[in-house]
Each structure stands twice: as C-alpha cells, then as structure tokens.
C-alpha cells in the first residue's frame, strides 16, 4: 500500500506559486492571497511545492517579477524537476511569451487555473458551453507558446507540424469560429432557460449567493432536504441548481450557483451572466459568509462588488454568517483577551460580531452552522418571514383565504 501510494504521489503534478508585495498588498494579505491559489491549485490536482515573493511597486512588463527572482525560480524548478509555475494575478500575452522562453515549463495565470477547474467541475450542457466559451475567448490572444492548453481542450496527442506564424493564424480562425458557434449555442440555451423562468414568476424565489467554499450547497441541503453535492474544495457547485422548498406551507424556489471569488476572471462572469440569472432575478438573496475566514470582510465585499456588476446589488438580503463553530479568535485578538481562556474570549467576540452585524438597518442576519445545523431553525423563521411577506405581493388574499395565522408577521 505504501508503494502504491508513493506512486500516486509521483504522478501528481507539482507547481511553484509567485507573487508580489507592494505598498498596496502587505505581506500577510500576500501570503493570505497565496494560501487561496494553493488551495485553487489542490483543486485543479496540482500539489504546491514551493512559494515564491517579490517586493515590487508593479510588475516587470516583461516578466512579471525582477529577472533575479526569475533566475532563482529556474534554479529551484531545475533542481526539484518541477514543471509549473502559477501566478496569482493575470498575465499579458507578452509576459506569459516572455516567461515560458525563460523558464521552460507550463505557465498558469490566477484566471487560467480558475478556467481549469470550472472545466472540470462543469457538469451541465450550458455549463460546459458557458466555460468553453471563457477558455476559448481567454485563449485567443496568448495562443503564442500555449499549444498544451489548446491541446488538453481538444483532447489531443499535442502533435503538431509545425508552430509558426502561418498555424498560428490558422488556429485563431478556428477559434473565432467556435467562439460564434458556442455564442449561437448559449443563445438557445438562454432562450430556453429564459421561458421556463417565466414559469417561475408565480411563486417567491430565493438565491443562494457568496464566496466559493462557504458551505452554500450544505445549506441549501439542510434547507430543502436534498442531496447536492458539497464538498471542501474551491468551486464545488459550478451549475445552478433549483429546488422548490415549504416551509410552513408557505412554497418558495430555492437556487445555488457558483461561488464567486477575489480576481474572478471577466470571461467566466460574462459567459456566466444567463445562469447567474438566477440570482438576477431572484426576490431574496441568502448571502452566505464563512465567518472562520480571517478575510470574511473581504470576502463580503467581493461579493457585493460581483453582484453590483451583474446587476444584483439592490435584493433584499438574509446575511448568513455560517461555519460559527470553527471561528476562532486571531492571535492578535487573543493577545488582548487578559484573563480570558481563548473558548470565553471566542464566545465574546462572536457575540461582538452578531450585535454589530444584526443591529444594521439595511439586511437582516443570522449566524449559524450548517454542518451541526446549529441556528437553522432561526435561519428559517428568518426566511419564512421575509417568503411570505413577497408571498401576499404575489397573492394578496392568501392569509384571507387559507384561514391560517399569520399575526407574527405584523408585530413589531
């Protein structure tokens, strides 16, 4: 068993990860920022082995970072066989040219790797056409030196006669031809998709919405006693999914779709704009937050920021601060706790962010953990009431013709 697992372990391809340091990325928020594309390249099936910083006002144009720093990571991937190299921000054409020429291996920008994992994870017919789409548009102006990208779309052998100038422009013909056939695709898809959401407009619709791996599908599970796939990795849910769900006879549709992310590339938003549709048009957002994140602030204004762009930023929204039961106090913070074991000090500061996040006028808030479905009967109270308040919009004489008790809704 040993040896097969040494095998399994040889075979997985490893990878150095860059960034840089500048007066406005310090190097705990570098560090943090690496962590997140180590655990995007866990995802894709890449094991890091190596971490690499630079201290730059703004990167080389050339080669993103100084060309000693480049020198010292050809010497690392050379003396520990390593063939990867992925940077956490987006890299020009030129500079992924530049780069490969100098350091002669696989090169991975932050949005490339993000375009890898939704092509693994994409399930659905739209799904698939929707990253297709991205990779295909994302692909086009670096075509120069990335025939093992082209190649893995294709399923090819990665033969090729030649890669001059000449097949170059040959494949840039033959992308914007599939970039127009998999626009006309989507097209009728959206059109499909656009009918049966009109079937939709009879009954109270709510979305699930947040950063990627903050426990969306594992609420939506508690909520609607389904079974969708959730796990602990980065973009585990790229199709939407709707389920209708009663709660207190009260029926609603409940949808979840891709976990937005920090950087999230423009291409995938764009092709992804029919299927966030469901958010769009959703009544309520369930804004999900993973509060044992030490960047769960950021990660609120991510979001906030894609919705804006997607025009979604004025929903009447639940805040679902989720994952209470692995929050845990920073160092900092404990440096200032006194006397206070750190169990005391967590309950205290838990108690310090629901009192400032619940007393807002502008969105309710609830702090639960979907896993022990700690809190979830408050979540749900919580969503009934704001269900049915556009419920009666819908059918105003609802209460008046079910005979049932509703008075809870108009107290104070």
């Given at each position: 068993?040993?040896?097969?697992?040494?095998?399994?372990?040889?075979?997985?391809?490893r990878?150095?990860?860059?960034?840089?340091?500048?007066?406005?990325?310090?190097?705990?928020?570098?560090n943090?920022?690496?962590?997140e594309?180590?655990?995007?390249?866990?995802?894709s099936?890449?094991?890091?082995?190596?971490?690499?910083t630079?201290r730059l006002?703004?990167?080389?144009?050339r080669?993103?970072?100084?060309?000693?720093?480049?020198?010292?990571?050809?010497?690392y991937?050379?003396?520990?066989?390593?063939?990867?190299?992925?940077?956490?921000?987006?890299l020009?054409?030129?500079?992924?040219?530049?780069?490969?020429?100098?350091?002669?291996?696989?090169?991975?920008?932050?949005?490339?790797l993000?375009?890898d994992?939704?092509?693994l994870?994409?399930?659905?017919?739209?799904?698939?056409?929707?990253?297709?789409?991205?990779?295909?548009?994302?692909l086009?102006?670096?075509?120069?030196?990335m025939?093992?990208?082209?190649?893995?779309?294709?399923?090819?052998t990665?033969?090729?006669?030649?890669?001059?100038?000449?097949?170059?422009?040959?494949?840039?013909?033959?992308?914007?031809?599939?970039?127009?056939?998999?626009?006309?695709?989507?097209e009728?898809?959206?059109?499909?998709?656009a009918n049966?959401?009109k079937?939709?407009?009879?009954?109270?619709?709510?979305?699930?919405?947040?950063?990627t791996?903050?426990?969306?599908?594992?609420?939506?599970?508690?909520?609607?006693k389904s079974?969708?796939?959730a796990?602990?990795?980065?973009?585990?849910?790229?199709?939407?999914?709707?389920?209708?769900?009663?709660?207190?006879?009260?029926?609603?549709?409940?949808?979840d779709?891709?976990?937005?992310?920090?950087k999230?590339?423009?291409?995938?938003?764009?092709?992804?704009?029919?299927?966030?549709?469901?958010v769009?048009?959703?009544?309520?957002?369930?804004?999900?937050?993973?509060i044992s994140?030490?960047?769960?602030?950021?990660h609120?204004e991510?979001?906030?920021?894609?919705l804006?762009e997607i025009?979604?930023?004025?929903?009447?929204?639940?805040?679902?601060?989720?994952?209470?039961?692995?929050?845990?106090?920073?160092?900092?913070?404990?440096?200032?706790?006194m006397?206070?074991?750190?169990?005391?000090?967590?309950?205290?500061?838990?108690?310090?962010l629901?009192?400032?996040?619940?007393?807002?006028?502008?969105?309710?808030?609830v702090?639960?953990?979907?896993?022990r479905?700690?809190?979830i009967s408050?979540?749900r109270n919580?969503?009934?009431?704001k269900?049915?308040?556009?419920?009666?919009?819908?059918?105003p004489n609802?209460l008046?013709d079910?005979?049932?008790?509703?008075d809870?809704?108009?107290?104070?």
């Amino acid at each position: 068993m040993a040896r097969e697992s040494q095998e399994v372990n040889a075979k997985t391809p490893r990878a150095v990860l860059v960034a840089l340091i500048s007066q406005k990325q310090t190097v705990e928020k570098t560090n943090e920022y690496l962590d997140e594309l180590a655990f995007l390249a866990e995802t894709s099936g890449i094991e890091t082995a190596k971490k690499f910083t630079q201290r730059l006002e703004r990167p080389d144009t050339r080669t993103f970072v100084g060309k000693g720093k480049l020198e010292e990571i050809k010497a690392y991937l050379k003396a520990q066989d390593i063939g990867i190299v992925i940077f956490d921000d987006d890299l020009s054409p030129s500079q992924i040219k530049n780069i490969e020429n100098e350091l002669k291996c696989k090169i991975y920008d932050r949005s490339l790797l993000i375009l890898d994992i939704f092509v693994l994870r994409a399930k659905s017919a739209q799904a698939r056409t929707q990253v297709e789409l991205a990779r295909y548009q994302y692909l086009l102006p670096r075509l120069t030196n990335m025939w093992t990208h082209l190649e893995r779309q294709r399923g090819g052998t990665g033969a090729r006669g030649g890669s001059g100038e000449k097949e170059i422009e040959t494949d840039k013909r033959i992308i914007k031809d599939k970039i127009t056939q998999l626009k006309e695709k989507l097209e009728i898809i959206d059109k499909q998709n656009a009918n049966r959401r009109k079937s939709r407009t009879n009954v109270a619709r709510v979305a699930l919405v947040g950063y990627t791996n903050v426990g969306k599908s594992t609420l939506m599970n508690q909520l609607s006693k389904s079974e969708v796939f959730a796990e602990n990795k980065l973009f585990a849910t790229v199709d939407a999914t709707v389920r209708k769900v009663v709660l207190e006879r009260i029926p609603f549709l409940l949808s979840d779709t891709v976990g937005f992310i920090r950087k999230l590339p423009h291409a995938l938003i764009e092709s992804f704009k029919s299927t966030l549709d469901e958010v769009r048009e959703a009544d309520i957002l369930l804004h999900v937050v993973d509060i044992s994140h030490p960047s769960f602030e950021e990660h609120i204004e991510v979001v906030n920021a894609t919705l804006s762009e997607i025009k979604a930023g004025d929903k009447k929204v639940i805040m679902v601060f989720n994952k209470i039961d692995l929050f845990k106090p920073s160092e900092e913070m404990l440096s200032l706790a006194m006397d206070m074991d750190e169990e005391t000090y967590k309950q205290n500061m838990l108690l310090k962010l629901k009192a400032t996040y619940m007393n807002r006028q502008d969105y309710s808030a609830v702090f639960i953990s979907a896993t022990r479905k700690e809190n979830i009967s408050e979540l749900r109270n919580l969503l009934v009431d704001k269900v049915t308040g556009r419920h009666l919009e819908i059918y105003p004489n609802y209460l008046k013709d079910s005979g049932m008790d509703y008075d809870f809704l108009f107290k104070e």
